[in-house]
């Protein structure tokens, strides 16, 4: 379930998945990142951290834990390297 968001809330959400997006692009995705426990370590990690400074205050910490879990698994199946 997704908690109700103002349409500024909704505009954060935005910009926290570009900016998460980037971060990862810039800096995370090494060759081979998938094969890797380190990077892929690191992957979940900035993922976490962009997550944890930037989603609004309607994520709760089930809501947070879920979101970091389906956003990893996405770019796990997503983007090889």
Same mark, same amino acid.
């Given at each position: 379930p997704e908690p109700e968001l103002t349409e500024k809330e909704r505009d954060q959400? @935005?910009?926290v998945a570009?900016?998460?997006l980037q971060t990862l692009k810039d800096e995370k995705f090494v060759? $081979?990142?998938r094969t890797k426990s380190?990077? @892929?370590g690191e992957v979940l990690k900035a993922i976490e951290v962009v997550? $944890?400074?930037g989603l609004p205050e309607a994520y709760d910490e089930d809501l947070y834990s879920a979101k970091c879990a389906s956003i990893y698994r996405h770019v796990f199946e997503a983007y090889h390297g």
């Open positions: 959400v @935005k910009v570009r900016t998460l060759l $081979d990142w380190r990077a @892929k997550l $944890d400074d």
